[in-house]
């Protein structure tokens, strides 16, 4: 069974940081790209980063881009969202994804 669980999130500042990991079991983490997907309150699931599975290559969604890196540590099979300089609209649950695999989510929210 593919298990995915997030950590890290919590409120925080705007400007501040935050750094997010998701674990996964019950598959070969190594073989797969990860990416990280948002949901703000009362709106629909938005794609913020994808890294392939070796961790070479990454993307980004405009709103993140430049404040936010994705890696991963295939040793330890974590997916991890390093943020900064975060902003009211980075507010969301945060869930790392797979396929049709999802986590439960870790909320980040920032207000002063």
């Known amino acids: 069974e593919v298990v995915l669980v997030e950590s890290g999130g919590g409120l925080v500042q705007p400007g501040g940081s935050l750094r997010l990991s998701c674990e996964g079991s019950g598959y070969t983490f190594s073989s797969y790209g990860m990416s990280w997907v948002r949901q703000a309150p009362g709106k629909g699931l938005e794609w913020v980063s994808t890294i392939d599975n070796s961790g070479t290559r990454t993307t980004y969604a405009d709103s993140v881009k430049g404040r936010f890196t994705i890696s991963r540590d295939n040793a330890k099979s974590t997916l991890y969202l390093q943020m900064n300089s975060l902003k009211q609209e980075d507010t969301a649950v945060y869930y790392c994804?797979?396929?049709?695999?999802r986590g439960q989510g870790t909320r980040v929210t920032v207000s002063s």
């Open positions: 994804e797979f396929g049709d695999n």
